[in-house]
C-alpha cells in the first residue's frame, strides 16, 4: 500500500498528480520558496489522477493560513541580519549500517562540498563497537570525511566521543538512517541568526519513504514532525502545567544540534541512556531538559529539515513504541532523582501519560484510534518496564562496560 511522496513548490505551477496501479495514496510537501510549510496524507483509489484546481483546494484547506503568513512575512518583514556563523561539526553516530550511513552521507557532502573551495562545516562519523571493519573502510575514501571509533557499545558513549573529537562551535547530531534535505544548512543557518543565545536546535524531520503499512500507519499519527512554525523555548511555556517535563516536545534526536561549549558544560550525555537493545532511548530527551533547566534556549526550525527512513514492519514499530515507553520513564526516573525541584511535576507526567494511554487503549479496542491495540499495550509496558527500575539497571550495566574498556 504505498503512498507516493510529492514536493508541491506554492510559488510555481501547480502539477497534475498521477497514481500508479501500486499506489494507493499521496503524501505532499507543500513549500513555499523552498521553506516546508505543511505535509498532508490522502489514500486514493489508484490509477487516480488530481487535477490542478483540485490539489489547490486540498493545499488552501491543509496549509492556506500557513501560505498567507509566509507570503506576508516575505513581503512586509527585512531579511535577516546574517551574523558571522559559527563553525559546524557534524557527526553521525553509527553501528553496523553501512548502506544507511552512504546514504546520509551522499546528501550531506552535497552540502559540504556545493562548489566551494573548502568543506563549509566538519564531518565526523563515530563508529559504535562495530562489528567488522566496513564502516572505516566506506569512510576512509572520502577525504573530507572523518572517522572515529568508540568501542563501547552505546549510542550515548558515541554522542560523547562525538563531543570531544569535535572541532566546530555548533554540533549537530544526525542518525544514519535520515538524509538531509537541501536547504538544512540554511536552516540551522537562520535559526542560529535569529537566535544566536541559543544552547540548542531541533529541527522537523519527515519521511524518506512511505512504502508499507508500518511507515505509513506511523507518518498517520505523526511521525516526528513537530509542526511548522518555528519554536523558540525557554524557562517556561504558557499554558503548559509539565514544562519542561516532557522533553519529547522539543524535537527529536535524529535531528539535533548543540553548541558545543555547552554540551561540555554540561557533562555531556547520560552513557545510561539510549544504551541500545536494554534502553533504546532516553538520551536526547535527557540533554533537551538539561538544556532548559540550565537555563538555555532551544529552538525549534521546520527549515532545518531532514527524512527519516521510519521502520519498515509492524514488529519493528510494534517495539519502537515500547523503546518510547521505556525512554521515557527511564528519563523521568533519572531526572526526578537529579532534579528535586521537579518531582511533582515528573509525578504529574506519569500520572497524565498512563492516563492519556490508557484512553487511547479503550478508543482503539472500539475502533476510534489509528493506532492497533498491541502497539499502545506495547507502549504501556514500556513504559511500566521503565519505572520499575530500568534506569537504575542500565546505570549497573555502563558501569560495567566502563570497567571492561578501562
Same mark, same amino acid.
Given at each position: 500500500m504505498p503512498y507516493s511522496i510529492i514536493e508541491i513548490e506554492t510559488t510555481q505551477t501547480l502539477p497534475t498528480l498521477m497514481l500508479s496501479e501500486a499506489e494507493n495514496g499521496v503524501a505532499l510537501i507543500v513549500r513555499r520558496n523552498g521553506r516546508p510549510i505543511g505535509f498532508m496524507m490522502r489514500s486514493l483509489p489508484s490509477t487516480q489522477t488530481v487535477a490542478p484546481d483540485e490539489l489547490a483546494q486540498w493545499?488552501?484547506?491543509?496549509?492556506?493560513?500557513?501560505?498567507?503568513?509566509?507570503s506576508l512575512k516575505e513581503e512586509l518583514l527585512p531579511p535577516i541580519a546574517q551574523p558571522s556563523f559559527p563553525s559546524v561539526t557534524v557527526a553521525i553516530c553509527t553501528k553496523d549500517r553501512p548502506d544507511y550511513l552512504a546514504r546520509c552521507l551522499e546528501t550531506l557532502l552535497q552540502l559540504q562540498l556545493d562548489?566551494?573551495?573548502?568543506?563549509?562545516?566538519?564531518i565526523v562519523v563515530v563508529d559504535n563497537a562495530p562489528s567488522n571493519e566496513q564502516t572505516k573502510e566506506q569512510v576512509d575514501l572520502l577525504p573530507t570525511v572523518r572517522y572515529t571509533r568508540e568501542p563501547r557499545p552505546g549510542l550515548d558513549f558515541a554522542r560523547n566521543r562525538a563531543v570531544q573529537e569535535a572541532t566546530g562551535e555548533i554540533l549537530a547530531f544526525l542518525d544514519?538512517?535520515?538524509t538531509v534535505d537541501r536547504h538544512w544548512l540554511d536552516g540551522l543557518m537562520e535559526a542560529w541568526a535569529e537566535n544566536s543565545d541559543a544552547a540548542a536546535f531541533t529541527g522537523l524531520?519527515?519521511?524518506?519513504?512511505?512504502?508499507?503499512?508500518?511507515?505509513?500507519?506511523?507518518e498517520q499519527r505523526g511521525g516526528f514532525r513537530r509542526g511548522f512554525e518555528k519554536i523558540r523555548y525557554g524557562q517556561a511555556l504558557k499554558g503548559s502545567s509539565l514544562y519542561p517535563c516532557g522533553a519529547g516536545i522539543f524535537g527529536a534526536g535524529c535531528n539535533m544540534a548543540f553548541r558545543r561549549e555547552i554540551l561540555l558544560k554540561?557533562?555531556?550525555?547520560?552513557?545510561?541512556?539510549?544504551t541500545g537493545a536494554p534502553l533504546?532511548?532516553?538520551?536526547?530527551?535527557?540533554? !533537551?531538559y538539561r538544556v532548559i533547566r540550565a537555563g538555555y534556549p532551544l529552538v525549534y526550525e521546520p527549515r532545518y529539515l531532514v527524512f527519516h527512513q521510519h521502520r519498515r514492519d509492524t514488529k519493528q514499530l510494534r517495539r519502537q513504541y515500547w523503546s518510547w515507553g521505556l525512554g521515557l520513564m527511564a528519563f523521568v526516573v533519572k531526572s526526578s532523582r537529579t532534579d528535586a525541584s521537579r518531582r511533582v511535576q515528573f509525578f504529574r507526567l506519569v500520572l497524565f501519560w498512563f492516563q492519556t494511554l490508557i484512553q487511547q487503549l479503550f478508543r482503539s479496542v472500539r475502533g476510534r484510534h489509528t493506532l492497533p491495540p498491541d502497539f499502545i499495550l506495547a507502549e504501556l509496558w514500556g513504559s511500566v518496564v521503565g519505572l520499575l527500575g530500568a534506569y537504575s539497571r542500565s546505570v549497573r550495566r555502563t558501569e560495567t562496560?566502563?570497567?571492561? !574498556?578501562?
Amino acid at each position: 500500500m504505498p503512498y507516493s511522496i510529492i514536493e508541491i513548490e506554492t510559488t510555481q505551477t501547480l502539477p497534475t498528480l498521477m497514481l500508479s496501479e501500486a499506489e494507493n495514496g499521496v503524501a505532499l510537501i507543500v513549500r513555499r520558496n523552498g521553506r516546508p510549510i505543511g505535509f498532508m496524507m490522502r489514500s486514493l483509489p489508484s490509477t487516480q489522477t488530481v487535477a490542478p484546481d483540485e490539489l489547490a483546494q486540498w493545499i488552501a484547506q491543509a496549509v492556506g493560513t500557513k501560505l498567507i503568513q509566509e507570503s506576508l512575512k516575505e513581503e512586509l518583514l527585512p531579511p535577516i541580519a546574517q551574523p558571522s556563523f559559527p563553525s559546524v561539526t557534524v557527526a553521525i553516530c553509527t553501528k553496523d549500517r553501512p548502506d544507511y550511513l552512504a546514504r546520509c552521507l551522499e546528501t550531506l557532502l552535497q552540502l559540504q562540498l556545493d562548489g566551494q573551495p573548502s568543506p563549509r562545516f566538519e564531518i565526523v562519523v563515530v563508529d559504535n563497537a562495530p562489528s567488522n571493519e566496513q564502516t572505516k573502510e566506506q569512510v576512509d575514501l572520502l577525504p573530507t570525511v572523518r572517522y572515529t571509533r568508540e568501542p563501547r557499545p552505546g549510542l550515548d558513549f558515541a554522542r560523547n566521543r562525538a563531543v570531544q573529537e569535535a572541532t566546530g562551535e555548533i554540533l549537530a547530531f544526525l542518525d544514519d538512517d535520515v538524509t538531509v534535505d537541501r536547504h538544512w544548512l540554511d536552516g540551522l543557518m537562520e535559526a542560529w541568526a535569529e537566535n544566536s543565545d541559543a544552547a540548542a536546535f531541533t529541527g522537523l524531520v519527515l519521511p524518506y519513504e512511505l512504502v508499507t503499512e508500518a511507515q505509513i500507519l506511523f507518518e498517520q499519527r505523526g511521525g516526528f514532525r513537530r509542526g511548522f512554525e518555528k519554536i523558540r523555548y525557554g524557562q517556561a511555556l504558557k499554558g503548559s502545567s509539565l514544562y519542561p517535563c516532557g522533553a519529547g516536545i522539543f524535537g527529536a534526536g535524529c535531528n539535533m544540534a548543540f553548541r558545543r561549549e555547552i554540551l561540555l558544560k554540561l557533562g555531556g550525555f547520560d552513557e545510561a541512556l539510549d544504551t541500545g537493545a536494554p534502553l533504546p532511548g532516553g538520551g536526547d530527551l535527557d540533554m !533537551f531538559y538539561r538544556v532548559i533547566r540550565a537555563g538555555y534556549p532551544l529552538v525549534y526550525e521546520p527549515r532545518y529539515l531532514v527524512f527519516h527512513q521510519h521502520r519498515r514492519d509492524t514488529k519493528q514499530l510494534r517495539r519502537q513504541y515500547w523503546s518510547w515507553g521505556l525512554g521515557l520513564m527511564a528519563f523521568v526516573v533519572k531526572s526526578s532523582r537529579t532534579d528535586a525541584s521537579r518531582r511533582v511535576q515528573f509525578f504529574r507526567l506519569v500520572l497524565f501519560w498512563f492516563q492519556t494511554l490508557i484512553q487511547q487503549l479503550f478508543r482503539s479496542v472500539r475502533g476510534r484510534h489509528t493506532l492497533p491495540p498491541d502497539f499502545i499495550l506495547a507502549e504501556l509496558w514500556g513504559s511500566v518496564v521503565g519505572l520499575l527500575g530500568a534506569y537504575s539497571r542500565s546505570v549497573r550495566r555502563t558501569e560495567t562496560i566502563r570497567k571492561q !574498556f578501562s
